[in-house]
Protein backbone atom coordinates (compact mmCIF):
# COMPACT_ATOMS: atom_id res chain seq x y z
CA UNK A 1 0.00 0.00 0.00
CA UNK A 2 1.04 3.45 -1.22
CA UNK A 3 0.48 6.82 0.93
CA UNK A 4 -1.21 8.63 -2.02
CA UNK A 5 -5.12 9.08 -2.17
CA UNK A 6 -7.47 7.32 -4.96
CA UNK A 7 -10.86 8.44 -6.14
CA UNK A 8 -12.63 5.13 -8.14
CA UNK A 9 -15.69 5.48 -10.22
CA UNK A 10 -18.11 3.61 -8.68
CA UNK A 11 -21.37 2.50 -10.09
CA UNK A 12 -22.36 -0.03 -7.83
CA UNK A 13 -21.60 -3.19 -10.53
CA UNK A 14 -19.37 -5.65 -10.33
CA UNK A 15 -16.59 -4.26 -12.06
CA UNK A 16 -16.65 -1.07 -10.03
CA UNK A 17 -16.87 -2.48 -6.51
CA UNK A 18 -14.12 -5.00 -7.55
CA UNK A 19 -12.03 -2.09 -7.77
CA UNK A 20 -13.07 0.04 -5.02
CA UNK A 21 -11.56 -2.88 -2.79
CA UNK A 22 -9.23 -3.12 -4.93
CA UNK A 23 -7.84 0.53 -4.49
CA UNK A 24 -8.12 0.13 -0.51
CA UNK A 25 -5.93 -2.44 -0.70
CA UNK A 26 -3.37 -0.26 -2.49
CA UNK A 27 -4.02 3.16 -1.70
CA UNK A 28 -3.86 4.65 2.07
CA UNK A 29 -7.15 7.02 1.26
CA UNK A 30 -9.67 6.00 -0.85
CA UNK A 31 -13.14 7.94 -1.91
CA UNK A 32 -15.59 6.92 -4.21
CA UNK A 33 -17.93 9.13 -7.13
CA UNK A 34 -21.17 7.80 -8.69
CA UNK A 35 -23.26 9.40 -11.23
CA UNK A 36 -27.11 9.54 -11.73
CA UNK A 37 -27.46 10.27 -15.59
CA UNK A 38 -30.76 8.96 -16.65
CA UNK A 39 -29.86 5.52 -16.63
CA UNK A 40 -33.12 3.16 -15.79
CA UNK A 41 -30.88 1.32 -13.20
CA UNK A 42 -30.04 4.47 -10.92
CA UNK A 43 -30.70 2.37 -8.32
CA UNK A 44 -26.75 0.98 -8.97
CA UNK A 45 -26.19 4.16 -7.22
CA UNK A 46 -27.76 3.95 -3.94
CA UNK A 47 -26.08 0.81 -4.09
CA UNK A 48 -22.76 2.13 -4.75
CA UNK A 49 -23.16 4.93 -1.67
CA UNK A 50 -24.74 2.06 0.94
CA UNK A 51 -21.66 -0.55 0.33
CA UNK A 52 -18.92 2.55 0.60
CA UNK A 53 -21.03 3.23 4.04
CA UNK A 54 -20.60 -0.31 5.23
CA UNK A 55 -17.20 -0.13 4.64
CA UNK A 56 -15.67 3.37 5.32
CA UNK A 57 -15.67 4.88 2.00
CA UNK A 58 -16.58 8.76 1.67
CA UNK A 59 -18.84 8.88 -1.26
CA UNK A 60 -20.34 11.68 -3.44
CA UNK A 61 -23.28 11.13 -6.11
CA UNK A 62 -23.70 14.14 -8.98
CA UNK A 63 -26.81 14.47 -11.05
CA UNK A 64 -25.20 14.60 -15.03
CA UNK A 65 -28.71 13.78 -16.92
CA UNK A 66 -26.91 15.36 -19.97
CA UNK A 67 -24.94 12.32 -20.56
CA UNK A 68 -27.72 10.08 -20.94
CA UNK A 69 -29.82 12.33 -23.43
CA UNK A 70 -26.96 13.42 -25.62
CA UNK A 71 -27.39 10.25 -27.82
CA UNK A 72 -29.52 7.40 -28.63
CA UNK A 73 -29.41 4.41 -26.24
CA UNK A 74 -31.58 1.96 -24.68
CA UNK A 75 -30.29 2.53 -21.15
CA UNK A 76 -31.63 6.11 -21.03
CA UNK A 77 -34.35 5.83 -23.21
CA UNK A 78 -37.49 3.25 -22.47
CA UNK A 79 -38.81 3.54 -25.82
CA UNK A 80 -36.00 1.18 -27.57
CA UNK A 81 -35.74 -2.03 -26.54
CA UNK A 82 -32.91 -3.21 -25.19
CA UNK A 83 -30.30 -5.33 -27.79
CA UNK A 84 -29.74 -8.58 -25.86
CA UNK A 85 -27.01 -9.33 -28.32
CA UNK A 86 -23.76 -7.20 -30.01
CA UNK A 87 -25.09 -6.35 -33.50
CA UNK A 88 -23.13 -8.07 -35.98
CA UNK A 89 -22.03 -4.68 -37.50
CA UNK A 90 -21.91 -1.96 -34.77
CA UNK A 91 -22.50 -1.14 -31.43
CA UNK A 92 -25.14 -2.56 -28.81
CA UNK A 93 -27.77 0.05 -28.27
CA UNK A 94 -26.72 -0.44 -24.30
CA UNK A 95 -23.55 2.09 -25.13
CA UNK A 96 -23.90 5.28 -23.80
CA UNK A 97 -21.88 7.53 -26.32
CA UNK A 98 -19.30 9.73 -24.41
CA UNK A 99 -20.06 8.17 -21.11
CA UNK A 100 -16.29 7.14 -19.72
CA UNK A 101 -15.31 10.02 -21.59
CA UNK A 102 -17.57 11.99 -19.18
CA UNK A 103 -17.50 10.10 -16.02
CA UNK A 104 -13.41 10.18 -16.25
CA UNK A 105 -13.19 13.70 -17.06
CA UNK A 106 -15.50 14.87 -14.22
CA UNK A 107 -14.08 12.80 -12.18
CA UNK A 108 -10.87 13.97 -12.51
CA UNK A 109 -11.78 17.49 -11.74
CA UNK A 110 -13.52 16.48 -8.83
CA UNK A 111 -10.40 15.00 -7.97
CA UNK A 112 -7.92 18.05 -8.56
CA UNK A 113 -10.32 19.73 -6.14
CA UNK A 114 -9.70 17.63 -2.93
CA UNK A 115 -6.10 16.87 -3.86
CA UNK A 116 -6.41 13.48 -5.25
CA UNK A 117 -4.54 12.38 -8.67
CA UNK A 118 -4.98 9.13 -8.52
CA UNK A 119 -8.41 7.87 -10.49
CA UNK A 120 -9.34 4.10 -10.51
CA UNK A 121 -12.21 2.91 -12.98
CA UNK A 122 -13.25 -0.60 -13.55
CA UNK A 123 -12.82 -0.78 -17.76
CA UNK A 124 -11.53 -3.71 -19.34
CA UNK A 125 -10.79 -4.81 -23.09
CA UNK A 126 -10.99 -8.65 -22.49
CA UNK A 127 -14.58 -9.43 -22.18
CA UNK A 128 -16.72 -6.96 -22.53
CA UNK A 129 -20.08 -5.96 -24.55
CA UNK A 130 -17.81 -4.09 -27.50
CA UNK A 131 -17.59 -0.38 -26.25
CA UNK A 132 -14.81 1.52 -27.29
CA UNK A 133 -14.30 3.96 -24.48
CA UNK A 134 -13.29 0.72 -22.14
CA UNK A 135 -10.52 0.12 -24.24
CA UNK A 136 -6.85 0.96 -23.04
CA UNK A 137 -6.03 2.85 -26.04
CA UNK A 138 -8.56 5.75 -25.24
CA UNK A 139 -7.83 5.26 -21.12
CA UNK A 140 -4.13 6.23 -22.41
CA UNK A 141 -4.89 8.80 -24.40
CA UNK A 142 -7.45 10.58 -22.20
CA UNK A 143 -4.80 9.93 -18.92
CA UNK A 144 -2.79 12.51 -21.32
CA UNK A 145 -5.54 14.46 -22.57
CA UNK A 146 -6.48 15.62 -18.39
CA UNK A 147 -3.05 15.80 -17.66
CA UNK A 148 -2.27 18.72 -20.60
CA UNK A 149 -5.90 20.33 -19.57
CA UNK A 150 -5.39 20.60 -16.23
CA UNK A 151 -1.78 20.65 -15.86
CA UNK A 152 -1.69 18.01 -13.35
CA UNK A 153 -0.19 14.42 -13.66
CA UNK A 154 -3.19 12.21 -12.82
CA UNK A 155 -2.50 8.32 -13.26
CA UNK A 156 -5.99 6.35 -14.13
CA UNK A 157 -5.57 2.70 -12.87
CA UNK A 158 -7.96 0.20 -14.75
CA UNK A 159 -7.35 -3.09 -12.54
CA UNK A 160 -9.51 -4.87 -15.08
CA UNK A 161 -8.14 -3.99 -17.62
CA UNK A 162 -6.84 -7.23 -19.19
CA UNK A 163 -8.79 -9.58 -17.43
CA UNK A 164 -11.77 -11.50 -18.26
CA UNK A 165 -15.16 -11.64 -15.98
CA UNK A 166 -13.83 -15.16 -14.74
CA UNK A 167 -10.62 -13.29 -13.89
CA UNK A 168 -12.89 -10.06 -12.10
CA UNK A 169 -14.71 -13.06 -9.71
CA UNK A 170 -11.55 -14.30 -9.01
CA UNK A 171 -9.83 -10.81 -8.22
CA UNK A 172 -12.94 -10.31 -5.92
CA UNK A 173 -12.15 -13.35 -3.94
CA UNK A 174 -8.65 -12.67 -3.26
CA UNK A 175 -9.98 -9.38 -1.88
CA UNK A 176 -12.02 -11.34 0.34
CA UNK A 177 -15.25 -9.52 -1.15
CA UNK A 178 -16.50 -12.19 -2.99
CA UNK A 179 -19.61 -12.52 -1.22
CA UNK A 180 -20.13 -8.72 -1.32
CA UNK A 181 -19.53 -8.60 -5.04
CA UNK A 182 -22.32 -11.60 -6.05
CA UNK A 183 -24.67 -10.31 -3.26
CA UNK A 184 -24.69 -6.71 -3.21
CA UNK A 185 -23.72 -5.21 -6.49
CA UNK A 186 -25.83 -4.59 -9.19
CA UNK A 187 -24.75 -5.17 -12.75
CA UNK A 188 -28.54 -6.15 -14.38
CA UNK A 189 -29.68 -3.47 -16.68
CA UNK A 190 -32.81 -3.63 -15.51
CA UNK A 191 -32.39 -2.78 -12.07
CA UNK A 192 -32.33 -6.46 -10.11
CA UNK A 193 -29.19 -6.48 -7.90
CA UNK A 194 -27.11 -9.74 -7.16
CA UNK A 195 -27.37 -12.39 -10.22
CA UNK A 196 -29.60 -9.99 -11.52
CA UNK A 197 -32.21 -11.22 -14.64
CA UNK A 198 -29.67 -13.16 -16.35
CA UNK A 199 -30.79 -12.00 -19.45
CA UNK A 200 -29.73 -8.76 -20.52
CA UNK A 201 -26.22 -8.30 -22.18
CA UNK A 202 -24.46 -7.17 -18.28
CA UNK A 203 -26.09 -10.59 -16.52
CA UNK A 204 -25.03 -12.33 -19.26
CA UNK A 205 -21.51 -11.74 -19.04
CA UNK A 206 -21.43 -11.58 -15.26
CA UNK A 207 -22.94 -15.20 -15.15
CA UNK A 208 -20.31 -16.62 -17.94
CA UNK A 209 -17.65 -15.28 -16.04
CA UNK A 210 -19.12 -16.48 -12.85
CA UNK A 211 -19.50 -19.91 -13.97
CA UNK A 212 -16.46 -20.50 -15.27
CA UNK A 213 -14.41 -19.14 -12.26
CA UNK A 214 -16.61 -20.95 -9.79
CA UNK A 215 -15.85 -24.50 -12.34
CA UNK A 216 -12.15 -23.79 -10.78
CA UNK A 217 -12.69 -22.55 -7.79
CA UNK A 218 -14.40 -25.65 -6.74
CA UNK A 219 -11.89 -27.98 -8.29
Not at 74 to 79: A, E, G, H
Amino acid sequence: MNNRSALVVLSGGQDSTTCLFWAKHHFKNVCAISYRYGQHHEQEVQIAQAICAEHGVPFTALDVPLIGTLGSNSLTDSTIPMDAEKPADGLPNTFVPGRNLFFLAIAAVYAREHGVFDLVTGVGQTDYSGYPDCRDAFIRSLNVTLNLAMDEQFRIHTPLMWLDKAGVWALADELGVFDVVRERTLTCYRGIPGDGCGECPACKLRRDGLQKYLATRNH
